[in-house]
Every structure is written in structure tokens, then in C-alpha cells.
T-cell receptor, first 111, second 115 residues
Framework: QKEVEQNSGPLSVPEGAIASLNCTYS??????FFWYRQYSGKSPELIMS????GDKEDGRFTAQLNKASQYVSLLIRDSQPSDSATYLC???????????FGKGTLLTVNP | DAGVIQSPRHEVTEMGQEVTLRCKPI?????LFWYRQTMMRGLELLIY????????DSGMPEDRFSAKMPNASFSTLKIQPSEPRDSAVYFC?????????????FGPGTRLTVL
């Protein structure tokens, strides 16, 4: 059973700080990884994807992947109150050809 | 594009009643996914279709659940009979392809409450 684990939080950071969200996955064959943001009462929306070991940057967001440690992270620089949401980590591939989601980490950015 | 469209947005029904949720995927997307989200279990994949054909329904909780995709622009998820434990938000998503680089676009969801 492929599993994706995240700390449920809540993670609270002050405005302007770096928020660090972490995720581990159980299936070593997983090929690609995604971070979705979900505002309360809304649907998930994709914000980052990463396929190779290392870092991938997009604006204020940086995704990091370490396949040896089966670890994925998302850094949000200069956090804004509008970043307050639940962040879902997802892994694709491996034992099944499906996207498996973690339960999400609730991030609160305090003004 | 209008994005993935789901209806109804909210549904309140009584135990034992039949519930039908509807989804229109993004035009041109070959894959359609039905998910269920609860606080306890998170976001779970129920079933997905490729070119209107069900590929994997291993996530469908039991025989009370069924899904169809009669054409490329419409899918339904039916629960009959419904039970209180089916209360959840049901999302439909679509993607252009399935693979390591697939990006799934989610609809607004249907919040189902079974009394």
C-alpha cells in the first residue's frame, strides 16, 4: 500500500518568514511528486511538481526531492497571509499507476 | 476553458436515498478521476477513466457505489443506497494524460451530507 505522510500541523509562521512543509513516501518506485494547495472549502490546485532529485524553484516556492531518503519538501519564502491553506503532497507511480495524496498540512501565516 | 464542472455543489439527503453526482471534465482531457475527501481519510481516489473506459475502480468502497462515463464530456458517480458514513466532499478531476508528468485539474467538489 503506497502511503504519503505529512505532519497535519497546524504550522504557524509570521508574515515574511520561510514556511517549510515536509512529506515522506513509502513506495520507492514513485516517479513524480506534486504539491497542491487547498483553501478552506475549495478544491486542490497544483502549485509545484518535481521529478528529479534536487531543488526546483518557481517564484516564492521551492520544491525539494531526495529519492534516497524518500523525502519531499516545499519551501515558501516571504510567506503571505494569502498562503494560509492546507498543502497536500502527492506521489505518482511505483506500485500503482495512480496519484496518492497525503492528508495535508495546514499552514497559517500570521500578519 | 470553464474548468471541471461538478453538480450539484451541495447535496443533503436522507439515509437510503439514491444520490447522483455529475461531472463535466475539461474538453480534450482523456482522463477523469473521482475522489472523496474526509477529515479522517484525506483525499482518496475512488475510480478513474481513460477515454470513457473505467481503468481502476479499486478505490470504490463497496457495491453501493457505481460510476459511469457515457461520453467524453460527462460522468456520474452514484451511491445507492446512501449511508451517513458516505458524507464527504466528492471531487472530480481531469487530466490530459496519465503518467509521471500528469497534472490533474479539480472541480469545485460536491459536499454530500447523508442524514
Amino acid at each position: 500500500q503506497k502511503e504519503v505522510e505529512q505532519n497535519s500541523g497546524p504550522l504557524s509562521v509570521p508574515e515574511g518568514a520561510i514556511a517549510s512543509l515536509n512529506c515522506t513516501y513509502s513506495d520507492r518506485g514513485s516517479q513524480s511528486f506534486f504539491w497542491y494547495r487547498q483553501y478552506s472549502g475549495k478544491s486542490p490546485e497544483l502549485i509545484m511538481s518535481i521529478y528529479s532529485n534536487g531543488d526546483k524553484e518557481d517564484g516564492r516556492f521551492t520544491a525539494q526531492l531526495n529519492k534516497a531518503s524518500q523525502y519531499v519538501s516545499l519551501l515558501i519564502r516571504d510567506s503571505q497571509p494569502s498562503d494560509s491553506a492546507t498543502y497536500l503532497c502527492a506521489a505518482f507511480g511505483g506500485s500503482n499507476y495512480k496519484l496518492t495524496f497525503g492528508k495535508g498540512t495546514l499552514l497559517t501565516v500570521n500578519p | 476553458d470553464a474548468g471541471v464542472i461538478q453538480s450539484p455543489r451541495h447535496e443533503v439527503t436522507e439515509m437510503g436515498q439514491e444520490v447522483t453526482l455529475r461531472c463535466k471534465p475539461i474538453s480534450g482531457h482523456d482522463y477523469l478521476f473521482w475522489y472523496r475527501q474526509t477529515m479522517m481519510r484525506g483525499l482518496e481516489l475512488l475510480i478513474y477513466f481513460n477515454n470513457n473506459v473505467p481503468i481502476d475502480d479499486s478505490g470504490m468502497p463497496e457495491d453501493r457505489f457505481s460510476a459511469k462515463m457515457p461520453n467524453a464530456s460527462f460522468s456520474t458517480l452514484k451511491i445507492q443506497p446512501s449511508e451517513p458514513r458516505d458524507s464527504a466532499v466528492y471531487f472530480c478531476a481531469s487530466s490530459l494524460r496519465q503518467g509521471a508528468s500528469n497534472e490533474q485539474f479539480f472541480g469545485p467538489g460536491t459536499r454530500l451530507t447523508v442524514l
